[in-house]
């Protein structure tokens, strides 16, 4: 029964991707679908994330949501973040997409380092405000899912080797 589940989810999850981007046509159709739907779900990811942070970066003003500090690296990069996430979307659904080394490494280094950031964030406030593990945590959570997309990415493209197959990262 649960194995049945999950692939009626994913035979939903790629008719709604290919609904959504005519994935047949254009520049999409040399991707594999599992690249296409493990990207749709980064790029969710990513939005779904931007939104919290705004929620709760500007719900601290209000009582029901704990005051977290400002963090204007960690803002940058939230907003690179996002701002990747929605130019891929949007590039999907002209039927164009980019794996190439340089966008895949920028989503590397922009997503560990906001797990790096938020992994400082709770050693440093930690003490001081005791929700902040769990709030930060649960974004990390989250942008591991994106490295691991990533890194799939990597691996079923190719992204890092030559055509004899060597890896060149740099």
């Known amino acids: 029964m649960k194995k049945t589940s999950i692939a009626s989810f994913f035979f939903i999850l790629k008719n709604h991707v290919e609904s959504c981007f005519d994935t047949h046509h254009g520049q999409l159709r040399r991707f594999p679908n599992s690249v ?32 977290m500090p400002w963090r204007i690296d960690f803002l940058f990069l939230t907003a690179i ?51 902040v593990f769990w709030f930060r945590m649960f974004f990390v959570g989250l942008t591991l899912i994106n490295v691991f997309i990533l890194l799939f990415i990597v691996h079923r493209m190719h992204v890092f080797s030559d055509k004899q197959g060597k890896i060149h990262i740099f």
């Open 81 to 131: 973040s996002v701002l990747m996430g929605f130019h891929t979307l949007n590039g999907m659904k002209h039927q164009k997409l980019d794996v190439t080394r340089n966008s895949v490494q920028l989503g590397l280094l922009v997503e560990t380092a906001l797990i790096v950031g938020d992994l400082h964030f709770i050693a440093v406030y930690k003490d001081i405000i005791p929700e």
């Open 36 to 67: 296409i739907i493990w990207v749709y779900i980064m790029c969710l990811n990513i939005l779904f994330q931007g939104f919290l942070d705004l929620i709760i970066k500007f719900g601290g003003y209000t009582p029901w949501i704990v005051s």
